[in-house]
């Protein structure tokens, strides 16, 4: 160290974000923040920014890279709040001069009096954007004077909570210089030659809508300001030449702009040009339907995009109006999932648990119009979390809504189990509301897993889409067969039992996913652990036939009659079909019914006769071979997973193929 580095304040940065496959995200807030302050700071050479810590590392490590650090900036949200704080707290009573700044979406807009008291190591929260506010705090570091501050709070000399006007919002964001050109992360890259970048990237800031459960819903986030169309090209260049596969768009509704067409088209020009980057994530702006598809199209195509998100969180109409949504309408996706489906693009949707107004009928029903309106993919089921800046963190509303709001441990889907290990963080999980209370809960989260196994894991969609086709029977009737527990179908009765247990362990406390040590030591969705589950240990034959009682005990009741020959076909069919380890050959069937050829149609929302003859099909499986479990569990079950691509492909037999 030199000795003018020795006399600059050393600025220490905390941005824990959460990686996968051995990749993590560079530190992009605080490349912002970084860049701002190089440009506008008044005193610039009086300052070292050092390193920042980017993702997870013991907290000893982390002590021992911040220690000599003046002041330590820390960006932080639901995933790494209780990991910073107890970074902050030890680095506090080792080193008490040292300023401890936090911001981010984590510090709350409201009862900011009770957060600085309830953490007293952290000596000024901040609120809002924070490029200006950063560069205000480094600019009045010397003085310790922050009356001038804006979006701040702190506890003066006098032991006061002090809480400084908000901040306008910058209104041209191309005054914030881009972190990736201005060479923020190039230390960083240097300093860590084996690590696996992932990028973050804004086009535009702001949303102009106001769902209650979201941060993004407050007025102050309305206005949409745009980055400059020439610096975002840049910055898919450097992308480009930096080698960086994957890069999540933090747009909160893509597509809103005419312009965004041309940068995927960017991207995908770069990719087919350098390779890079592989993968484009963008969240759809849900208004726009030409928009998406055009968007969406160019992304499968030039193979950056892994599936679709035709995303609505509920489809029942006081529901949406509690949380202030308004969803693409019924008519809309159906016309986009047409699209999709006839260029080959995969899709999924979302749906929330637990949300107000809802009730166990609503929200079974509104998974059966998706899946009757073209969703045979994958509907993503994701448990209500109250985010601390959002309308529903406010306890009016939620008292209005009858909310009921369980602490339980994140964890992330597929994450290994060594994470967060020492220490780990928390949400705010609702586990039953007014209109659906704790036992309703139970039934609808133990719902989603089995409509998950059964139609999107695909282990009983041939025959689910056979009856529903022949009969008109919704698929909230037919998978409600399978979640009664049955002396005669002990397996399909312990699955059952299985997930509701789950759903109760999730009211308690306990992890939303279940933990294997065996399958790849990771973290499963359960109805993903169920399937690793019936297949390793062999018990899909007995699955099968427990299904098969279970339909035709169900279609006597019903006093509907179905051919034998035609249910034994599509279960036998669809077993077939299901992508498992050790299959190293074709396989060729005969069918007594073209069922099939229903079944692909019925996926179309195209009508198709069924019809009695011989039927002679090939199913291709040498293609794809798994040589073990493992492999298995990690490509299909959970790299598939959004695809929803868990059958082997199957055509008709002909003299041609033959």
Known sequence: MDASSKNKTKVGMVQVNTGFLNQNYLPYSLGFLQAYAQKYLKNIDDFEFLLPIYKRIPLKDALNVLSGSDIIFFSTYVWNFKISSEIAKRIKEKKPNTLIVFGGCRVPGQNIENFLKNYPFIDIACYGE???????ILNNYKTGNWENVPSISYID????????????????????????????????????????????WETNRGCPFSCSYCEWGGDYQKRLYAHDL???????????????????????????????????????????????????????????????YNIQKVLAKAGLSKGVNLAFQSLNEETLKSIRRTNISVKTFYELQQR??????????????????????????????????????????????????????DTDYQKKYGLIIQEAKIINIHGSL??????SETQRLVIGTKTMPKVDWVKTRAFSWMVSLLYFDKILQIPLTI????????????VEIFTENEETSPLI???????????????????????????????????????IKLAAENKLGIFYQEAKQRIKSFLHKRNLSLSSDLLDGSIYLNQNLLKLPFKYNDLDIQLSYNILEVYQAALKRMAIPVKKGIYDYRINRKDKVWS????????????ENKKGAYLYSCFPMDNKKQ
């Open 467 to 478: 009856l529903h086709d022949t009969f008109s029977l919704t698929f909230k009737e037919l």
């Open 493 to 531: 009765s312990e699955i059952s039992s299985f997930f509701i247990n789950k759903a109760k362990s999730i009211q308690n406390g306990g992890a939303e996913f279940c933990q294997s040590k065996k399958w790849l030591n990771i973290w499963w969705p359960a109805d993903e652990s169920v399937l």
């Open 628 to 639: 073990s479990w493992e492999d298995w569990c990690k490509k299909v079950i959970w790299y």
């Open 157 to 200: 000399e006098n032991n006061k909570v002090i809480k400084n006007t908000r901040a306008e919002r910058i209104n041209d964001p191309n005054e914030i210089p881009s972190p990736y050109l201005a060479g923020i992360f190039n230390p960083l890259i240097e300093a860590n030659p084996k690590e696996g970048w992932l990028g973050l």
């Open 418 to 423: 060594n994470e967060g290990n020492e220490v």
């Open 340 to 393: 999709f489906s006839s260029e080959g693009i995969e899709t999924f949707s979302d749906l929330i648990l637990g949300l107000p107004n809802e009730t166990y009928d609503t929200f079974t029903k509104g998974i059966s119009q998706l899946i009757e309106n073209g969703q045979h993919n994958r509907i993503q089921f994701n448990d209500l979390s109250i985010l601390p800046n959002s309308e529903m963190a």
């Open 130 to 136: 924070g490029e200006k506010v950063f560069t205000a």
């Open 230 to 292: 020439k610096k975002l090209f840049e910055e898919i260049d450097w992308f480009s030449r930096n080698k960086i596969e994957f890069i999540f768009c933090c747009d909160a509704n893509f597509g809103i702009l005419k312009r965004d067409l041309e940068i995927v088209n960017r991207v995908a020009e770069n990719k087919k040009k350098y390779g890079y980057p592989k993968v484009l994530s963008v969240q759809n702006t849900k208004n726009s339907t030409d928009s998406t």
